[in-house]
T-cell receptor
Framework: QKEVEQNSGPLSVPEGAIASLNCTYSDRVSQSFFWYRQYSGKSPELIMSIYSNGDKEDGRFTAQLNKASQYVSLLIRDSQPSDSATYLCAVKYTGGFKTIFGAGTRLFVKA | KAGVTQTPRYLIKTRGQQVTLSCSPISGHRSVSWYQQTPGQGLQFLFEYFSETQRNKGNFPGRFSGRQFSNSRSEMNVSTLELGDSALYLC???WGTGLNTEAFFGQGTRLTVV
């Protein structure tokens, strides 16, 4: 059973701090990784994708992938109250290319 | 460029009825995936279509079915509705089915079964 695990939170950080969101997955043949943000009552919005080991930066967001340890993380620098949302980790597997989502981590950024 | 469009946005149905939901992907996108989202189960994969063919299917009963048309628009159907089918149904489109293709979600259809 392929699984994607996230701490459900809530994770609370003060405004301006770095928020660190983590995700672990169970299958070593996973190849593609995605982070989505979902505001309450809205649909998921793609933030970033990462396919190879290392860091990928996009504005205030940095995705980190470590395939040997089977984890992917998302760092949000200079967190803003508008970043308060649920962050979903998604893993796309070979062998059918099915995408599995984690349950999401709720982030609260306190002003 | 228009995003993914799902209709209707809200739906209330009675147990035992059937329902059809529609999804129009981003122009040029040929892959459509459907997900069910509930507070307890999170985002659960239903099925994926590419070029009118079902490529993947999740672990849902046969009451859940779908199809894709030649213009890439997709529909999903749920027959004999149960109370537990109440959920947000999300459609995501991507240009292809490869590992590195990104998927973009529509606004969803909120289905309530009473």
């Amino acid at each position: 059973q392929k699984e994607v695990e996230q701490n459900s939170g809530p994770l609370s950080v003060p405004e301006g701090a770095i928020a660190s969101l983590n995700c672990t997955y169970s299958d070593r043949v996973s190849q593609s990784f995605f982070w989505y943000r979902q505001y309450s009552g809205k649909s998921p919005e793609l933030i970033m994708s990462i396919y190879s080991n290392g860091d990928k930066e996009d504005g205030r967001f940095t995705a980190q992938l470590n395939k040997a340890s089977q984890y992917v993380s998302l760092l949000i620098r200079d967190s803003q109250p508008s970043d308060s949302a649920t962050y979903l980790c998604a893993v796309k597997y070979t062998g059918g290319f099915k995408t599995i989502f984690g349950a999401g981590t709720r982030l609260f950024v306190k002003a | 460029k228009a995003g993914v469009t799902q209709t209707p946005r809200y739906l209330i149905k009675t147990r035992g009825q059937q329902v059809t939901l529609s999804c129009s992907p981003i122009s040029g996108h040929r892959s459509v995936s459907w997900y069910q989202q509930t507070p307890g189960q999170g985002l659960q994969f239903l099925f994926e279509y590419f070029s009118e063919t079902q490529r993947n299917k999740g672990n849902f009963p046969g009451r859940f079915s779908g199809r894709q048309f030649s213009n890439s628009r997709s529909e999903m159907n749920v027959s004999t509705l149960e109370l537990g089918d109440s959920a947000l149904y999300l459609c995501a489109s991507s240009w292809g089915t490869g590992l590195n293709t990104e998927a973009f979600f529509g606004q969803g259809t909120r289905l309530t079964v009473v």
